[in-house]
Structure formats: structure tokens, C-alpha cells
């Protein structure tokens, strides 16, 4: 733990990093792939819908030592659709049959109870009409754009336009990646999954603000030197707060990762398979995107800017200058480089992060040699 927190402090003063900013086309190009195949998973196969949007009706049956494929078998010959079934609680079947109207469910609760060897009033038989999920899903349609003007709009006030529109399109990454998941995988959609889906929303939105508020303060009054550009900094920025991105998403997996795999795939959670899903994939892809994505459409956008392109043209007319006269970044005056947040004084002569900090003590001025003579003594006049 210590070596990496030693990695990370090296991070923050810009002893190493990698630059993101630099290879960006090439993590452009993994994000268009990835969104590629996850649009075409979606387009091929299509979403797996739960009954709570189709409409149909799900049977819970008592402890029994029917399979599940017994079970399948028995629902899909007697409704003619199919039917999606799932242990609950180690013996409990879960049995789910979609687009069945009233008629069809009691055949279909008749024949899983004489599957099963129990009267029928035993099987939970609960009937889903479709108009419930279609308000369900509308609703969810409404909260998603709301979200987006809303977040376009704050982080147009708190940061600038350039920031707020990188950061609607990760989301619409992180979000174009997830469904495909989905569909590639064949879950159910829930409104659990709906849930999990706003819920990554909101992660993916708090880890791209971290890294642009630190990629705000690092730019700021950057016309201001000629040492770095604003390609540097902000790489620069993102590789101080790489280590703290990390950490809060591997943090944020574990609990989820333990929810899909453990309470969803051994325990049988049924319903946790879908909402644990949708944060699995989205918490993930939300860490990538801040990181691989953000920040470098942010760059590409603001070097478009006329001040900043010009900016950059006195960058490189400066280490030109330097290179000509043999200069390293080393000799720079204090004035002409990038400030530093730390508050800590440095040491006499020491760097504090780009800054280069000159010796303390009292400035030495040089003697007057002719200070004081042919002046009479007593009060000036």
C-alpha cells in the first residue's frame, strides 16, 4: 500500500505519468469499438424484456424437486411462449411467461402444480399487463433527459461548455455500453436495470466533475506562462488524480462485484442479477470514460480556441528560444512558470512540484559607497 501511495504522490507532482492526452486517438478508437459491438449486440439480438414491460405473469412455486428445465418445458407447451425460469431460495422455482392473458395463466398455474405435485393455490400467480410497464418506462425516458439538460447546464455554470459537453458524451457512452451488455448477455430488463442504469448515471457524472475540477484549478490563469500547454497540463492533471479515480472505482466495484457474482449467480438472487449488472458494467465503463475519454475531448475542443491555439504557438516559440541558447526547463524564472497549490514552503532553493522556488532570507543590497559623506550632522532640513 505504501508503494503505491509513494506512486501516486510521484503522480501528483508530475514526476511520472502517461499521457493519456498524447494516445487519446488510440482510446478513441477502443471506446468506437467497444460502442460498435455494443450497438450491434443491441441491434442483432434486442433487449430481453421483463414481463413488467411486455406484460405476462410470474409463478412462484413451493419447495419441490422439479428442475428447471422440467419447469420450462411444462410452462412453454401449455402457453405457447417463452418462459424464463429461475431458482429462488435454493428450491423455489420462479417461473415467467410472457404476453399470456388471464385464460392462458390458470392453465399454465394448473399444469406447474400437477408438475410440482401440490394443489394449484399453492403457486403465487401474479398477472402484469403491459400498460403499467410502458408508464414505467416513459417515466424512465423523462428522468434520463431531465438528468442531462440539468447536468449540461450545471456543469456549463461550474466549469465551461467544452467540459459539459465531454461530459455528456461519457455518459452516453457509458450508457450505449451497458444496454449492449445487456443484449449480448441476454439478462432481463427490469425495473431494477432501470434503476441501475440512473444509478450509474450519477457515479459516472461525480468521477468526471473530480477530474475536471482538478483539470480547472491546474489550467487556470494558464496564458499567464509559456512553459506548458494546455494539451501538458492538462495531462498533467489527470495523472495527479489518476491513483484517486482508481481507488474510488475499485472501492465501488468490489461491493457490486460480490452482489452479481456471489448473491446473483450462486445464491440465485434473481432480480440482483439485473440491477447488479447494469452497476457492474456502468461503474466500470464510468472509470474509463473519465479517464480515457473526459478529459481528452475536452482538450481537442479547447485547443480549437484561438487564445489557447495561440498560446500554444508561444510555447513552442519559447523552447525554441531555449533549445538555440542551450536553456533546460530548469532555468526558468520563477515568474514565467506554472504556480503551484502546495502551501508548504519549499526549502531555500529547493522545487516545489514546476515551481522553482529561489533561496529565503533577506535580499542583499549592494553598498553605497558614498552614502553619508559631506553631510552635516543633526536634523535635515
Avoid: C
Avoid at 484517486?244 to 452482489?259: C, D, K
Avoid at 478529459?295 to 523552447?319: M, S
Avoid at 514546476?354 to 536634523?379: E, I, L, M
Wanted: glycine share 12%; aromatic share 6%; hydrophobic share 45%.
Amino acid at each position: 500500500m505504501s508503494k503505491l501511495g509513494n506512486i501516486g504522490a510521484r503522480l501528483h507532482r508530475g514526476e511520472i505519468g502517461y499521457d493519456f492526452v498524447g494516445k487519446r486517438f488510440l482510446w478513441y478508437g477502443v471506446s468506437i469499438l467497444i460502442t460498435i459491438i455494443a450497438v450491434a449486440g443491441f441491434l442483432v439480438r434486442g433487449l430481453n424484456m421483463g414481463i413488467e414491460f411486455e406484460g405476462g405473469a410470474v409463478f412462484t412455486t413451493p419447495k419441490s424437486s422439479v428442475t428447471v428445465n422440467q419447469a420450462q418445458e411444462t410452462a412453454e407447451k401449455v402457453s405457447g411462449h417463452m418462459a424464463i425460469v429461475q431458482e429462488v431460495g435454493g428450491d423455489k422455482l420462479r417461473v415467467q411467461v410472457s404476453g399470456v392473458e388471464t385464460g392462458q395463466s390458470d392453465k399454465v398455474r394448473e399444469a406447474l402444480a400437477e408438475e410440482v405435485g401440490v394443489p394449484s393455490d399453492k403457486i403465487d400467480a401474479q398477472l402484469v399487463g403491459p400498460s403499467w410497464g410502458e408508464q414505467i418506462a416513459n417515466k424512465a425516458w423523462q428522468g434520463l433527459w431531465i438528468f442531462m439538460v440539468l447536468v449540461v447546464i450545471y456543469l456549463a455554470i461550474a466549469f465551461e461548455w467544452r467540459m459539459a459537453v465531454a461530459a455528456l458524451i461519457a455518459l452516453i457512452h457509458d450508457l450505449t455500453i451497458t444496454v449492449g451488455v445487456y443484449a449480448l448477455v441476454g439478462f432481463e430488463v427490469t425495473p431494477g436495470t432501470v434503476i441501475g442504469l440512473l444509478t450509474i448515471l450519477g457515479y459516472s457524472l461525480y468521477d468526471t466533475v473530480v477530474v475536471f475540477d482538478g483539470l480547472k484549478e491546474t489550467t487556470k490563469d494558464i496564458t499567464k506562462q509559456t512553459r506548458f500547454s494546455y494539451r501538458e497540463l492538462a495531462n498533467r492533471s489527470l495523472n495527479g488524480t489518476l491513483v484517486r479515480s482508481i481507488n474510488t472505482s475499485v472501492v465501488a466495484l468490489l461491493p457490486v462485484a460480490g452482489l452479481l457474482f456471489i448473491g446473483g449467480g450462486v445464491l440465485g438472487g434473481g432480480m440482483l442479477n439485473d440491477i447488479a449488472l447494469s452497476l457492474f458494467v456502468g461503474l466500470a465503463a464510468g472509470a474509463y470514460s473519465s479517464i480515457f475519454i473526459a478529459t481528452p475531448l475536452v482538450v481537442d475542443l479547447k485547443e480549437r480556441d484561438p487564445e489557447i491555439r495561440a498560446h500554444t504557438k508561444r510555447v513552442a516559440a519559447r523552447r525554441a528560444a531555449d533549445a538555440r541558447a542551450g536553456r533546460t526547463e530548469d532555468d526558468a524564472e520563477p515568474q514565467d512558470t506554472v504556480p503551484d497549490d502546495d502551501p508548504e514552503p519549499a526549502a531555500a532553493g529547493g522545487v516545489v512540484g514546476q515551481r522553482t522556488v529561489r533561496s529565503a532570507g533577506p535580499r542583499r543590497q549592494p553598498p553605497s559607497r558614498g552614502r553619508g559623506r559631506g553631510r552635516p550632522s543633526g536634523k535635515r532640513r
